[in-house]
């Protein structure tokens, strides 16, 4: 007679810190999987008790408290269904990133990981020690072996499982979404499966965390490297699936297989997923957002209303002499489409007053980009009055590429709490522009069509200040997330002078990015958490 093992994955949305919201979070989808699903065994996600990445939470000395309490509870209150939970192991003044298996009271396996990703937004090293030894248990006659996220990214801990005994993998991971990485993610756990001829189970969270966003996908990969079942990204789900054990070796029983989503549609829904936690795990009541009619604003009023909803979005239109008519009517149109609340301050008298008040100060009267950058300051400390009044959090609309060269205004329209499109190329900001567009016509079609403008002067366009964005981005591109050098760069088609006067760009903004607000990572190098470039540096770009 064949063995199976029922297994019900939790791909589950948790919060960092919130030890006791999280295991009664568990404690439910235990009960769901044992007596809805019939499951014999339920799988959380890495550190699931304490959310991930807790960063320095972990030295933290009321957290090993209440994780030891989270422990014995899972331990004494789960009976019928076996539960495999992610949490931080203290032991010996050193900390594992451990996960345990707990059935009726007992402990039947203990794990703790092996490869410490430090690289990235990673620096686990900076908290944990490697655990050594492989962990396997038997489940209905079954042996399973354990793993924790970057231990599938090598050979070494799923060689030692197999050597342990085990007939099938269950991997438990805390892994963000970046571009392509469900692909990756798929390709490096098929280079396990050909290695070892086990199956995987590879369970991950959901849910945006700061600058990260985990989208789950969690999957289900036959011995033979094929995806046997896979979860809907993004969205949290108790998912059953079942290992039957053959003379031949563990075979999963085929589930739903959902699609993996388009770049644009991933990237987009990566956006509303974090840009909606940020605000509601923060308990902000709602957002709000200067409306330019440019395509930047009108691209995260749309997230932020399918993030939270229309009725908690406000946007204010702040018009000044350079604005157009169309910019205003096109910020108007989007905004009533909507049914966002939607307010015209004109910042002329504030304009005027400040420029009153500064010209003993600006003797020369020449005019620059400091009256410029006096316009984004007015609007920025509207925004930030309205936002203090409020309680709203303030959305900052800057791209990748402005934040990249510097084409934004400290304290100005870099002002806000968020900034959701922070790691979006301008060009990617275009293609969600039109992929949300395919949705439901929500962004007036000539904001995408339009020159783009930050309209702080007569007939302004951005090509003014910049290479155009079709030649900018992938030079941005090369430096950031490759870090090629001038030299690498140019052979890829660009001109020499172009390509170091955009690096010498983005060399000579690092002060301004160290004080812009956290966003949403999407790429494989986000300013954020993986840049780390100094501020004062004597390094220049001839190579």
Not at 44 to 50: D, N, R, S, V
Not at 88 to 104: T, W
Not at 176 to 202: A, G, N
Not at 513 to 536: L, M, N, V
Request: with cysteine.
């Amino acid at each position: 007679m064949n063995k199976s093992v029922s297994i019900a994955l939790a791909q589950l949305n948790l919060f960092v810190g919130d030890v006791t919201g999280n295991t009664e979070k568990f404690l439910g989808y235990a009960t769901r999987a044992r007596d809805e699903l019939q499951a014999d065994l339920v799988v959380f996600p890495e550190l699931a008790i304490c959310g991930y990445p807790p960063e320095d939470l972990l030295f933290h000395a009321g957290l090993l408290r209440r994780v030891d309490e989270a422990l014995d509870e899972i331990r004494s209150s789960v009976r019928g269904i076996a539960i495999l939970v992610g949490f931080p192991e203290y032991s010996n003044d050193k900390i594992y990133n451990a996960c345990a298996v707990f059935q009726d009271g007992d402990i039947l396996a203990r794990y703790r990981k092996q490869l410490l990703p430090n690289y990235r937004v990673f620096d686990e090293e900076r908290y944990f020690t490697a655990g050594k030894e492989a962990a396997v248990f038997s489940l209905n006659g079954v042996r399973i072996g354990l793993n924790i996220c970057e231990d599938v990214w090598q050979p070494g801990p799923a060689a030692a499982a197999k050597a342990a005994g085990a007939e099938f993998i269950i991997a438990i991971n805390g892994s963000p979404y970046e571009l392509e990485t469900q692909s990756k993610r798929e390709h490096v756990v098929r280079q396990r499966v050909q290695e070892t001829r086990l199956p995987v189970v590879y369970l991950n969270m959901v849910g945006g965390q700061d600058e990260l966003v985990f989208d789950g996908g969690s999957f289900v990969m036959d011995a033979d490297g094929e995806i046997a079942f896979r979860a809907k990204p993004f969205k949290e789900g108790l998912h059953r699936i079942l290992m039957n054990a053959t003379a031949s070796g563990v075979v999963p029983e085929p589930g739903d297989v959902e699609p993996q989503l388009s770049a644009e549609q991933s990237v987009y829904e990566a956006l509303v997923t974090g840009t909606r936690d940020y605000v509601e795990k923060n308990g902000f009541p709602g957002v709000i957002l200067g409306l330019s009619g440019g395509v930047d604003s009108a691209l995260i009023l749309v997230i932020a209303c399918d993030a939270i909803g229309a009725e908690r979005v406000s946007s204010v239109m702040m018009p000044f002499r350079y604005t157009s008519t169309m910019s205003q009517e096109d910020a108007a149109a989007q905004a009533a489409g909507l049914g966002v609340k939607y307010s015209v301050i004109p910042i002329e008298p504030m304009y005027e007053a400040t420029v009153k008040q500064l010209a003993k100060a600006f003797e020369s009267g020449k005019e620059d980009a400091t009256e410029e950058n006096i316009q984004a300051r007015c609007r920025g400390m509207l925004l930030m009055a309205i936002s203090n009044k409020t309680g709203l959090m303030l959305l900052t609309t800057g791209n990748k590429s402005e934040m990249a060269v510097g084409y934004a205004t400290l304290y100005g329209d870099m002002a806000g709490g968020f900034a959701p499109i922070k790691d979006c190329s301008k060009s990617l900001v275009y293609r969600l522009a039109r992929y949300r567009n395919t949705v439901s016509q929500v962004i007036p079609e000539r904001v995408i069509t339009r020159p783009p403008s930050a309209e702080l002067k007569a007939n302004q366009k951005d090509s003014d200040s910049l290479p155009e964005y079709d030649v900018l981005d992938p030079i941005l591109e090369a430096f950031i997330e490759k870090d090629l050098s001038v030299a690498e760069i140019t052979e890829r088609g660009f001109d020499r002078d172009v390509v170091v006067r955009v690096l010498e760009l983005v060399k000579r903004s690092e002060y301004k990015r160290r004080q812009a607000p956290p966003g949403i990572r999407i790429s494989g190098r986000a300013f954020g958490r993986d840049w780390r470039y100094p501020i004062t540096s004597g390094y220049q770009f001839p190579e």
